[in-house]
């Protein structure tokens, strides 16, 4: 059984451009959910895919999307970059979205410059 | 809206020594509340899952309690060791919701 994997593991990017973050979940899960972790910050919730449809959303502006394929894997898009996108960007699976155990992947380091 | 806090923010202690990380939670209404650990740059590792309806989970030097009724859970770690260096997150999983709020951390150094 796979745990769940993300890449690229670090990014580096100029304000303005455009980038896309990629998450492979457990074997098994059918839902991810994407977070955001600023240097010294708890991670802040996103938004959620559940069998290919966005199942909730953080309050995040629309420049951050995501998709989720048939396979359940999954990516985050963020256009327009700023610095304060700067953060880790992690990447939860679980199977449904009922009360469930995450499991989350060593996350994807974005630095916006 | 749900707000998490921890305390302490940082801690250090030497090695052997038990502890405690408090975390804080302002709307009751959850299903469930989870630590995780995480080392520096890396993912979040889940240690213990505590359902509403429990009021304890155990595993291995980890114990971690929650009081629902007043907003707070707790984590003990007995006999810590220096591979227990990490930040200790807080999240609960509110009712009508599929996500987690966390905490901002516990940042733990245990010296030899």
């Known amino acids: 059984e796979t745990g769940v994997t993300q890449s690229p593991t670090h990014l580096i990017k100029t304000r303005g451009q455009q980038v896309t973050l990629r998450c492979s979940s457990q074997?098994?899960?059918?839902?991810v959910s994407w977070y955001q972790q600023a240097l010294g910050q708890g991670p802040q919730f996103i938004f959620q895919y559940y069998r290919e449809e966005e199942n909730g959303r953080g309050n995040f502006p629309p420049r951050f999307s995501g998709l989720q394929f048939p396979n359940y894997s999954s990516e985050l898009n963020v256009n327009a970059l700023e610095l304060d996108d700067s953060a880790l960007y992690l990447c939860?699976?679980?199977f449904g979205t009922g009360q469930i155990d995450y499991t989350f992947g060593s996350g994807t380091r974005l630095t916006v410059v | 809206k749900q707000e998490v806090t921890q305390i302490p923010a940082a801690l250090s202690v030497p090695e052997g020594e038990n502890l405690v990380l408090n975390c804080s939670f302002t709307?009751?209404?959850?299903?469930?509340l989870q630590w995780f650990r995480q080392d520096p740059g890396k993912g979040l590792t889940s240690l213990l899952l505590i359902q509403s309806s429990q009021r304890e989970q155990t595993s291995g030097r980890l114990n971690a309690s929650l009081d629902k009724s007043s907003g707070r859970s707790t984590l003990y770690i007995a006999a810590s060791q220096p591979g227990d260096s990490a930040t200790y997150l807080c999240a609960v999983r509110p009712l009508g919701y599929s996500t987690l709020t966390f905490g901002k951390g516990t940042m733990l150094l245990v010296s030899p």
């Open positions: 939860a699976s679980s």
């Open positions: 074997s098994g899960h059918n839902t």
């Open positions: 709307d009751s209404a959850i299903y469930n």
